[in-house]
């Protein structure tokens, strides 16, 4: 069993930056591949971005290339997602997840832990 909780969520304005943190517990977290996904309102949960085991940065979406910046600290266990040139379309909650095989494939239904959510809401 992994917990995850994220943090660092917030309102900013167009162009700002947030760092997201997803904090890990309980199984050894450098054994997964950890994403990131987001949920804006009544829309599907979309994937963001997906680290390896390792610390590769293995897949972004579209539409966050060259602005989103994933990373971990094992150590820590702590995956961060840095956001930067924020936009409103990039409103939701995002999520973390974690993904037993550590494929780190940006599918939703591989993830086996998902952490509650943090909500980030950018003004124009």
């Known amino acids: 069993q992994v917990q995850l909780v994220e943090s660092g969520g917030g309102l900013v304005q167009a162009g700002d930056s947030l760092r997201l943190s997803c904090t890990a517990s309980?199984?050894?977290?450098?054994?997964?591949?950890v994403g990131w996904f987001r949920q804006a309102p009544e829309k599907e949960r979309e994937f963001v971005a997906v680290?390896?085991?390792?610390?590769?940065?293995?897949y972004y979406e579209d539409s966050v290339k060259g602005r989103f910046t994933i990373s971990r600290d094992n150590a820590k266990n702590t995956v961060f997602l840095q956001m930067n040139s924020l936009k409103p379309e990039d409103t939701a909650v995002y999520y973390c997840?974690?993904?037993?095989?550590?494929?780190?494939?940006?599918?939703?239904?591989?993830?086996?832990?998902w952490g509650q959510g943090t909500q980030v809401t950018v003004s124009s």
């Open positions: 309980g199984r050894t977290f450098s054994n997964y591949a």
């Open positions: 680290i390896s085991r390792s610390g590769r940065a293995l």
């Open positions: 997840a974690a993904d037993s095989t550590g494929l780190g494939r940006p599918v939703r239904g591989v993830y086996d832990y």
